[in-house]
């Protein structure tokens, strides 16, 4: 049957000359006790989520947290989990024993937290000025296992208390052999690499504690490496090449050359993989899969019999796992059925196979769960009033997670994926996988290329997944409309302000520009096509909304002076509806503007110059099959003029504003009074020939003041690449200096015409 751990008295350390004191108290049973009754709760594991166990021995366990000066070790006891920070500096423990060892100097002093036996105490420096430069590797049983140098040649020594004297006895090796890297393989026995250098050779060899001697020994390949040892009665078995592809068990018959490799197909490496017996049983795990950033089969606590080689994990990871001295295995680690703790890894008393037993739990879940959440808001969705942002996120019971929000424009089929940041990346926890973690996942309205995101029906998924591959993603869905306000220049239902871009076929595109200002050197911006056949037209112009639907619609003449006009649909696909006929004559004027409500109806309204000079005003009606009042004459002299420009409302005062640039590319500034004219014109400044065209777009930075974008083509443009660059001249709301200094926003292709 399962069996715990049994209950004793408490126990207080203290630090007394290097060593610990444990006071005097009945010695522990010598078998475990039963299981408690279901009405009876086993104190929760107190040592910190993240700790290994160092050792464990009857009536307790050496754990370990944290690294470098920021270790710290306790002793837990088993009977009721008290758990007692020790003193600051290294401890080592003997496996499968209740032995806690410190050191002072010289002095190394072995505790019996179990309060068994009195303390051990080995000084080594009275075994003269060789023995300085030994190193601790482990503890096997009261035996000190230390490496140094004799005679030039790697050696490994047995340092003990015999007859309260020190005794360093050196492992007998061949001659013209020495002793390499130790692993530690239960109580009574280590393991060495023996490493010939006359003849290349590498051997695994078995050192007997008692005698020093070589007991068995294991033939290697020279390039093999060992990871981890362990022995059963009738087998030696170790892991070779932990870290490559091929690595595998070797299980090898005690005292015979018979070896049989055993591959572990599994992603990763097994570097760190360690390996304990369980008597016919081995037990094998990658310990750290808890807080792992990785998928690797081998984090899985796997048991495997040596007679038959069935094989079955029992824990999903483990961060430790060492004798606990009663002929079992302690773990610290996690299922997904029964949550982080310390479990007890024995044979089951129906079956005889290995099975774990949660002793103590921490009280953390081992799989990936939501410990809060902030999903996409359901309905409509006004990004203007949100702030132009949608709040999502996770806050996750651990930080080793891949947490992410998908979203798709239902219309367009368009995604966007918002992913937040993984351990390594920013995401700040005690130690990865440690205790809670929030995970934003705010999406700040923009498709993957930078193209804000259009208008619509969106479906979103938001996931959580654990980023060891251990236990199911956590997973939610839903949907949401997204809305704007429509913006004067927009024509593709984003919110953004947008260029049309006529090629020498005729074929119009629309480009966001908010989209061309984030786009790196040579990367493609999106173009939302409008269609073919535009080449028929001589003036294409931008109106804003003149028909009352609140869309940016445009006005275009043919080449025989038919004036037709294109209602905008606020949709990305097919964004204006079929043109409708204004009428004809309209080849009087040389130039068009629009995009300024200049009598405070609430419409947009037209502007043209006829050939003589006259600036003409057409009111917006709000009406689609007749969108323009009688044209009404605001006054002559405009021929000095080469371009106008419609801007909108730019320094604030009762309507839409124009901006006109005469033959020596002075650039002036004519605010409207509200009435249909304007007031007395202010010079802005010159220069500004350099544009071939300049477009009144709205506000492009998102300041809430309105801009105005140049293209300038480049006279010496590079082989295949854009030729025309777009600068932004942002608004500053002051009409004596209405633009600050312009900036480059993007660039297109100078075989195109911009409206």
Do not use: C
């Amino acid at each position: 049957m399962n069996r715990t751990l049994a209950t004793t008295v408490a126990l207080v350390l203290a630090a007394t000359g290097g060593g610990l004191t444990a006071p005097a108290f009945a010695a522990p049973p010598q078998s475990p006790a039963p299981v408690p009754a279901e009405a009876e709760v086993a104190p929760p594991l107190t040592v910190p989520v993240g700790s290994e166990i160092v050792s464990a021995g009857r009536s307790g366990m050496l754990t370990r947290t944290g690294t470098g000066s920021r270790t710290v070790h306790r002793w837990t006891r088993h009977a009721d989990g008290v758990t007692t920070t020790l003193p600051a500096g290294t401890f080592w423990g003997s496996p499968g024993t209740d032995l806690v060892v410190s050191r002072a100097g010289t002095v190394y002093t072995l505790t019996d937290m179990g309060g068994a036996a009195k303390p051990v105490v080995i000084d080594t420096s009275a075994l003269g000025a060789q023995a300085a430069g030994y190193t601790l590797r482990q503890v096997v049983g009261t035996t000190l296992v230390m490496s140094g140098r004799v005679d030039g040649v790697d050696r490994h020594h047995l340092v003990s208390l015999e007859a309260g004297e020190v005794v360093s006895r050196t492992v007998a090796l061949p001659e013209g052999w020495d002793s390499w890297r130790d692993y530690a393989t239960g109580p009574g026995t280590f393991a060495v690499i023996l490493r010939s250098p006359a003849t290349a050779s590498r051997r695994l060899g078995v050192v007997d504690v008692t005698t020093g001697e070589v007991v068995e020994s294991y033939a290697l390949a020279y390039s093999a490496y060992v990871e981890s040892v362990t022995l059963t009665p009738a087998h030696a078995i170790w892991l070779e090449n932990a870290s490559s592809p091929d690595k595998r068990l070797v299980v090898a018959p005690r005292g015979t050359n018979q070896a049989q490799p055993v591959p572990l197909d599994s992603p990763g490496t097994a570097t760190g993989a360690v390996l304990r017996t369980l008597g016919d049983w081995t037990a094998y795990t990658q310990p750290g899969g808890g807080a792992a950033l990785s998928r690797n089969d081998l984090h899985a606590l796997t048991v495997r019999s040596v007679k038959t080689g069935v094989t079955f994990p029992l824990l999903d990871h483990a961060t430790s796992l060492v004798p606990d001295g009663d002929g079992g295995l302690l773990a610290v680690g996690g299922t997904l059925a029964q949550g982080e703790g310390l479990y007890r890894i024995a044979p089951d008393a129906a079956t005889g196979r290995p099975a774990a037993t949660l002793v103590r739990s921490s009280g953390q879940p081992t799989a990936l769960t939501a410990v809060a959440q902030t999903l996409p808001p359901a309905g409509t969705v006004d990004f203007d009033r949100a702030g132009g942002k949608l709040p999502a996120g996770w806050t996750l019971s651990r930080s080793n997670a891949k947490a992410s929000l998908v979203l798709k424009h239902t219309a367009s089929g368009r995604t966007v994926k918002v992913t937040a940041k993984t351990p390594g990346e920013g995401v700040t926890a005690k130690t990865p996988g440690e205790g809670v973690t929030a995970f934003p996942l705010d999406w700040n309205g923009l498709y993957d290329d930078g193209l804000p995101a259009h208008n619509g029906a969106y479906t979103w998924t938001m996931r959580a997944e654990p980023a060891n591959g251990i236990g199911p993603a956590v997973e939610r869905q839903g949907a949401f409309t997204l809305t704007r306000a429509p913006r004067p220049h927009d024509f593709d239902a984003n919110g953004s302000p947008d260029v049309l871009s006529r090629s020498g076929s005729g074929h119009l595109g629309v480009y966001d520009l908010r989209q061309l200002r984030s786009l790196k050197p040579f990367q493609q911006p999106y173009e939302a096509e409008v269609g073919g056949g535009w080449n028929i037209y001589d003036r294409i112009t931008p109106t804003g909304d003149i028909a009352g639907t609140r869309d940016a619609d445009l006005v275009a003449r043919d080449r025989s002076g038919v004036l037709w006009f294109y209602a905008g649909k606020g949709t990305h696909k097919a964004p204006f509806a079929p043109r409708t006929r204004i009428g004809g004559g309209w080849q009087v004027y040389d130039k068009l503007t629009g995009g300024s409500d200049l009598n405070g109806d609430g419409r947009d309204d037209l502007l043209a110059t006829d050939r003589s000079g006259v600036l003409w005003l057409y009111r917006g009606t709000g009406s689609a099959t007749a969108p323009f009042k009688p044209r009404v004459k605001i006054g002559g002299g405009w021929q000095v003029y080469n371009q106008i420009t419609a801007t909108g409302n730019l320094a604030g005062a009762a309507a839409g504003d124009l901006v006109a640039r005469d033959r020596d590319g002075v650039l002036w500034l004519y605010l409207g009074k509200g009435d249909g004219t304007f007031a007395a014109r202010t010079r802005i400044g010159g220069g500004w020939q350099r544009y071939e065209q300049i477009l009144g777009v709205g506000d492009v930075d998102g300041d809430g003041r309105n801009d105005l974008v140049g293209e300038e083509v480049d006279g010496n443009p590079a082989p295949d690449a854009p030729q025309t660059a777009l600068l932004l001249h942002r608004g500053t709301g002051q009409w004596a200096a209405p633009f600050a200094t312009r900036q480059p926003t993007g660039s297109l292709w100078s075989d195109h015409q911009l409206y």
